[in-house]
């Protein structure tokens, strides 16, 4: 399977601007399965949702749905959505045949008040796309292996974020650590450029089950990437190396 990564630079506040550069650097890289943009891609991390939250079925999700139509290709990221009263910070994974599946963001980012402005999400979603298992996820996530540990039912994590210069070093190696210990790929795609409040590089980058780097996006630039990962590889080192097998059980309680 072949994914690409987008490692774009959202136009504050300005969806319109933001899907056009997106489409632009989708165009210039065809022929993925799947396509990951990073959180909130098409305005930027902002803590207005009343500004920028759209309804569900608004026109960011229905640009998702034509592009991934268009290319035959999954399109994934996250988008601020208002639900019933309450706003989302809401990851699609969006197919070509029009179906969609929807993560909201578990962990919020309580340093930047987040907490204050969107409701959190209250279950894991694992997609299947193409013989592939994924686990969504948005970028503070990165930080509570528990949420996203393996039980044996995905093969991928696909985080998007919005992650600062100020922390990147913690992504950095927080990627690697996420598969080596669930011994899985996993995709990182974050933004780059600048909001108000921070200013971002980039470090988009791909990860085996090992933890070694297979791809990484140049950083302080819009560019894209791609990767492919080998599922039947990752069957054989799961089998010869069975650490899964040895994890603790545990329940998590949803408060």
Partial sequence: MKITM?????TWADAEASLARVEQMIAVA??????????MFATGFCMQPERIAQPEGGTILSAMKRLSAHYG???????????GGKSYNRMY???PDGTVDRYDKRHLFTYSGEHEHYARGESRCIVEFRGVRFLLQVCYDLRFPVWSRNRGDYDAIIYVASWPVARISAWDA???ARAIENQ???VG????GDDPACSYSGHSMAIDPRGNVMARC????ETTQSVYIDIESLRRFRAKFPVLADADPFAIVIK
């Avoid at 987008?6 to 959202?10: F, G, K, R, V």
């Avoid at 065809?30 to 959180?39: F, G, N």
């Fill in 6 to 10: 987008i490692q774009s630079a959202p």
């Fill in 73 to 83: 290709a999954a399109i994934v990221g996250s988008v601020a959505v208002a639900d």
């Fill in 184 to 186: 899985c790929y996993v």
């Fill in 189 to 192: 795609v974050n933004r780059t």
């Fill in 218 to 221: 140049d950083d302080n630039c």
């Fill in 174 to 176: 927080l990627l690697p």
């Fill in 30 to 39: 065809p022929t993925a399965d799947v396509y990951v943009l990073p959180e």
């Fill in 93 to 95: 994974f969006v197919r």
